[in-house]
Structures are given as structure tokens and as C-alpha cells.
């Protein structure tokens, strides 16, 4: 199988959020297409891309890039954002919003990691997706 990979960079001169939660999901399903990839594990994977643009919308600064690669076996979503911290799980308060997307992210992946590199972060989820393969 050859590895497919969907990429957005924003330019640093820019100050918009950058990728919009929708965008990142419609570029998401443009590189999930074609992989033998139950339903389920599809919008697991869809649902995670949501997740990270949002976080980092909205607490590091904006996306600064978005990757879905495909590779024989796995996904693996990245999302760049502007923060130099740590994403974080606040405690389990089901009676106020927000405070669930690192929580479901990790529920969901197989795998996450945190890198940074000068003063940035990028977040990686991994899905094992079997025999993700072409059709």
C-alpha cells in the first residue's frame, strides 16, 4: 500500500484560527477514502480530527498545520497549534460543559504523543486499523 497523507500548513503570518473543525473532517474523509476501515472506526478517527482542531482552536492559539496519514495499517491525525503546554484532562464534572475532547481523544486512539519544537506542540493520535488497504 502505497502511504497517503493530507497536509495543511498555515502561514506563520497569519493570525486566524486556521483550520476549521469542518475543513480538517472533510480533508480527513478525502484521505480515509477507499481504506477497508469499519464505520465505527471512521468516525472514531473523524471524531478525534474534530477534537484536536477544536482544542487547539480554542485553548493553543490556533491550528498551525493538520496531517492525516495513511500507512498500511494505522492513521495517525496531527494537529500543530501555537501553545507550548500540555494538552490536559480536567476532572470528571458532567454537569458543566466542555472538558471531555483530550479525554475522548485518548478513549478513542490507540496512541497519542506530544511533541514540541520552539515553543509549538503537535498532537498525534494513532489508530491501528487493521488491514487498511485500498479497495
Same mark, same amino acid.
Given at each position: 500500500?502505497? +502511504?497517503?497523507?493530507?497536509?495543511?500548513?498555515?502561514?506563520?503570518?497569519?493570525?486566524?484560527?486556521?483550520?476549521?473543525?469542518?475543513?480538517?473532517? +472533510?480533508?480527513?474523509?478525502?484521505?480515509?477514502?477507499?481504506?477497508?476501515?469499519?464505520?465505527?472506526?471512521?468516525? +472514531?478517527?473523524?471524531?478525534?480530527?474534530?477534537?484536536?482542531?477544536?482544542?487547539?482552536?480554542? #485553548?493553543?492559539?490556533?491550528?498551525?498545520?493538520?496531517?492525516?496519514?495513511?500507512?498500511? @495499517?494505522?492513521?495517525?491525525?496531527?494537529?500543530?497549534?501555537?501553545?507550548?503546554?500540555?494538552?490536559?484532562?480536567?476532572?470528571?464534572?458532567?454537569?458543566?460543559? @466542555? @472538558?471531555?475532547?483530550?479525554?475522548?481523544?485518548?478513549?478513542?486512539?490507540? #496512541?497519542?504523543?506530544? %511533541?514540541? %519544537? #520552539? @515553543? #509549538?506542540?503537535?498532537?498525534?493520535?494513532?489508530?491501528?486499523?487493521g488491514?487498511?488497504k485500498?479497495?
Amino acid at each position: 500500500m502505497e +502511504d497517503r497523507t493530507v497536509s495543511f500548513r498555515l502561514s506563520p503570518v497569519s493570525s486566524a484560527g486556521g483550520l476549521s473543525c469542518a475543513e480538517a473532517r +472533510d480533508r480527513s474523509r478525502g484521505a480515509l477514502a477507499g481504506l477497508e476501515l469499519g464505520a465505527q472506526r471512521r468516525e +472514531d478517527v473523524l471524531t478525534v480530527v474534530s477534537e484536536l482542531v477544536a482544542n487547539a482552536r480554542s #485553548h493553543a492559539g490556533g491550528v498551525t498545520g493538520f496531517d492525516v496519514v495513511v500507512r498500511s @495499517g494505522a492513521v495517525i491525525v496531527e494537529v500543530s497549534d501555537r501553545s507550548p503546554r500540555l494538552p490536559r484532562t480536567r476532572p470528571w464534572a458532567p454537569g458543566l460543559p @466542555g @472538558g471531555f475532547g483530550w479525554r475522548l481523544v485518548n478513549q478513542l486512539a490507540d #496512541h497519542t504523543r506530544v %511533541r514540541f %519544537r #520552539h @515553543g #509549538h506542540k503537535t498532537v498525534s493520535a494513532a489508530f491501528t486499523t487493521g488491514r487498511a488497504k485500498p479497495r
